[in-house]
């Protein structure tokens, strides 16, 4: 079985930057898609980037693009969410998800999923 566990994360004021961190451990057979999700109080949870297991394909979420980037970490199966930029309106609970198949917006909840990490940005 996956394990999914997010580190990072905290309070940043606007306009300030954040790294979060994704690590997958146990019965990692395979290869493994990785991604973040979000939510803040009274949403839906928002896709926010993803990375290919099998390419070096990345997406980013339309509300993130330009001030977030998704790359690999230096460790097998890790993947680092950087954000720049931060406004407010990030303020959210950060999900890590791990996916045999691609990680799209609207893909559903599939997958391994970490506890969630909060992120959160003052004004």
């Known amino acids: 079985q996956v394990q999914v566990v997010e580190s990072g994360g905290g309070l940043v004021q606007a306009g300030g930057s954040l790294r979060l961190s994704c690590a997958l451990s146990?019965?990692?057979?395979?290869?493994?898609?990785m991604g973040w999700f979000r939510q803040a109080p009274g949403k839906e949870r928002e896709f926010v980037a993803s990375?290919?297991?099998?390419?070096?394909?990345?997406y980013l979420g339309d509300s993130v693009k330009g001030r977030f980037t998704i790359s690999r970490g230096d460790a097998r199966d890790t993947v680092i969410l950087q954000m720049h930029n931060l406004k407010p309106e990030d303020t959210a609970v950060y999900y890590c998800?791990?996916?045999?198949?691609?990680?799209?917006?609207?893909?559903?909840?599939?997958?391994?999923w970490g506890k969630g990490i909060q992120v959160t940005v003052s004004s």
């Open positions: 146990g019965r990692t057979f395979g290869r493994y898609a």
């Open positions: 990375m290919s297991g099998w390419s070096a394909a990345t």
């Open positions: 998800n791990a996916r045999t198949e691609r990680i799209l917006p609207g893909s559903g909840t599939g997958g391994s």
